[in-house]
Every structure is written in structure tokens, then in C-alpha cells.
């Protein structure tokens, strides 16, 4: 198995936009393989959580900065942070070099766990694990990942529309994409997977054989 330098250790990044899929494969990957794993999106989550329920306008770059200094992730239960308005909120924070920086180790410490780990976000084969030898980016159309976040937050509750989910997704992609600091792209030597047209099983064992590939490689 090939790694960073110690022998028998791997770690897979797994980044792409939002619903495209990637944290399922990531937590299946994780599965598969007997790693860690880390949803580096709740760290930005968190974050703007935190910046609402004390009242900051979720775009005061000096209360986030305060905020990403101090935060204890064991201060937040999940349900609190799937939701489509942290989803917004988290992809304003993540803007702000700040809030980048001061997440930065936490997500390095991580990765660096012994027998290696799955980290899933925006920048992880880019910026915070560019030595990572398998290294995926996970994609599918606008319509696809709306209907399936349309899906998902039905499921939870939250209702909303196709349309207004798929606005949300327009909206994120471009600022995700279009931020100065760490914007989200694959990596040169990321293997990109489109799910548009793949069942999760279908996904996940096209994941499985690329990661195979990159461990003997
Ligand atoms: N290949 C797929 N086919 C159908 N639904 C999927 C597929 N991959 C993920 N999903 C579903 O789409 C939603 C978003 O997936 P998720 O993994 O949370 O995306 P991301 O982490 O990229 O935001 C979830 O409800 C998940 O079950
Ligand atoms: N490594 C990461 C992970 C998330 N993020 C930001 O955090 C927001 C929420 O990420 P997420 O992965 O939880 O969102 P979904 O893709 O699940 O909708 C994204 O829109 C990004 O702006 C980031 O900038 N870098």
C-alpha cells in the first residue's frame, strides 16, 4: 500500500460540489478500507452555526475569525448542521481566508493519523492533503444533485423546492468555485467520477477500483 512515507498507511480525498455524493463514498470508502473519516463541510458548518446562534451577520470576517479560534467540535450535534440554511451559511464562511487558515491543522492532524484516514470537503487533494495518493473528485449535473438534496431534506422535514434547491446549488457551485482562497477544483492528479448516472453501489465500487489502482500504483 503506498502512503505519505510510512509504509502500510493511505489516505483518500474525496472532494467535489455540494450532494454531489461524495460523503457517501467517502463513508463507504472509510468502510471498505478500515479508515477514519472526516466531513471536513461540518468543520465550516460548525463555524457558521456558531456565528448565527450568536447573532454575527454571517458575513463579519472578524467574528468568524474569533469564532474558527476557539470553537469545540464536540460543542455541536449533527442535526444541527445538515440543514439547507447552514449549508448557505457554511459556503460564506469558507470565503474568508481566516476561517480557512484557522481550520487547517485540525484537518492536517487528522489525515496524519497512523494507518491514514478519508477526508471529504472542497480542497482536500488541493490544499490539505496534496501528497494523498488516491485522490477523487466526485461530480454529477446541477439537476442530479438538487433532485437528491430535494430528496434528502424531504426526508429530514425541511421542505422546499426543486427549483429552490437547485438555485441554492447554482449559487453554492459558483461561489465555492469562484473564491480566491482554496476554490473548489480537482486536483491534476485526481481520478473525477461522475454519479449522475450511478446508483450508490455503482459509485462506490467504481471508487473502490480506482483507489485499488492508485494503492498499487
Ligand atoms: N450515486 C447516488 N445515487 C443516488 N443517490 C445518491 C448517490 N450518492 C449519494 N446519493 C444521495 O444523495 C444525497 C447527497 O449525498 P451526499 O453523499 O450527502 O453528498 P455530498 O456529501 O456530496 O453533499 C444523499 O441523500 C445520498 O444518499
Ligand atoms: N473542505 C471544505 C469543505 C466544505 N467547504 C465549504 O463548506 C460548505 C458546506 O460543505 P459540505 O461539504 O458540508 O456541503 P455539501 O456538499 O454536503 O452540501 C461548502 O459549500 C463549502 O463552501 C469548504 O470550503 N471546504
Redesign the pocket.
Known sequence: MSGDGRSGRLVIAVDG????G??TLARRLSAHYGLPYL????L??MVARAMLDAGHDIRDAAAAERIVASFDQAGFAEETLRGREI?EA??VV??MPAVRKGLIERQRAFAAQDEGAVL?????GTV?CPEAPAKLFVTATPEVRAARRHRELAGRGEAATFEGILADIRR?DA??SGRSD?PLKAAEDAVILDTSALTVEEAVAAAVTIVNARRRG
Open positions: 460540489p455540494a450532494a454531489s461524495k460523503g466531513d471536513t463541510g461540518l465550516y458548518r449549508g457554511a459556503s469558507a470565503a471529504d470537503g472542497r480542497d482536500i490539505i453554492r461561489r465555492d482554496a
